[in-house]
């Protein structure tokens, strides 16, 4: 089924983030399988010309938001997502599954169902590239539970239950079903099989297990008929193969290719996740690098004055590779110091709006080539930086991109990092691989 030519020009399929990073990783998916993906950050305004694509992401900062916000919010992704003509949607949560009882996946989940008119969806986080899996129902990051991977000392979203059956089922209305890996094992047909008598015995979602990539693939072809799909960015790898078979989506010779944006350098680092910190780490001995204290500074003001202070000293490194970092992350005790002094909600605002503010002011000094770790950080530097879309570049790692940013102020290229995601040297190689000087795009 050939599509005309105005269709040519439609995306294929829309998708709803609920946070920056995430949005990121999901479009990073998308493109590595060869559709030609654009971010937006936020809900387009009605009427507002969007780039020409085959996939749509909407990056929202919603993860953490009241429920209520959270539905208002992907409710109205959704809308400007059927508007631009999408023929699939996709609902993008972390692969840690990170949430609270109160939701947000399992009500946001909700909603987009009701607005599409369906009554079921698989839910699957599993990402292998970096170490999720999903296994009889229970989320493993590496070899250990999610309850024992550190998230469950996650500042915002502490994850101490890993039956990913029983959390979702706690934020939903709905019963919750599994598709457990003997199914899964079996391929696409079986999986297919599975899904449908979930829906026929009245389960609104379905935990799939998934342990490698080929299941992911299986996943994603058993699901080509779904109006709706959740899960991490893995469960995506699948979804581009089914456009192709229907005709609807043509070979691309480079649908990661950018253009590179001259400038000076900087890392920006906000998670606290084990990750990051061991990332930081790694880096320490290599680039100038700068440590926020919050807690002896819980001021958001003068803590960006004196990073703004200190990297005028040490920016010109970035033109010998050394890129200065900037860190406000730090161990759970001294996290939960923090909240226990300013609460947690004014905890995490000191940082973001301090890592903004810094954001904004190397942008003025020249920088032009950012890294960011941290899904609320990359939320608040992006909404500072006025950046309203990103089209998507090669990995860096899995998951984590080269992004040419485009918005108010000049072109950047951004690399938003999810905090639990890159490998220790992750801070040392991203900016070896920039994309080629002059790339044109697909």
Known sequence: MRRSRLEETMPLLGCIADDFTGATDLASMLVEHGMRTVQLIGVPAPGQPLPEADALVIALKSRTAPAGEAVA???AALAALRAAGCRQFFFKYCSTFDSTDAGNIGPVADALLADLGAGFALACPAFPANARSVYQGHLFVGSRLLNESGMENHPLTPMRDPDLVRVLARQTRGEVGLVPYAVVDQGAEAIRAALAACAREGKRYAI???VNERHLHAIGAAAAEHALITGGSGVAMGLPANFRRQGLLPERADPAALDDVPGLSAILAGSCSPATLGQITRARDVLPTLDLDPLATPDATALAAAALAWSREHLGASAEGRPPL???????ERVAAL???LGRAQAGAVIETALATIAAGLRDLGVRRLVVAGGETSGAVVSRLGVRSLRIGAPIDPG??????????????LALKSGNFGAPDFFLKAFERLP???ASRP
């Not at 900037?326 to 759970?332: D, R």
């Not at 991109?401 to 950047?412: I, K, S, V, Y």
């Open 339 to 341: 909240q226990a002094r």
């Open 208 to 210: 799939i297990d998934a």
């Open 436 to 438: 080629a000087a002059k």
């Open 326 to 332: 900037i860190a406000a992350s730090a161990p759970p």
């Open 73 to 75: 919010q992907s409710r």
């Open 400 to 413: 984590v991109p080269w992004t040419r940013a485009e918005g108010d102020g000049p072109p950047l290229l």
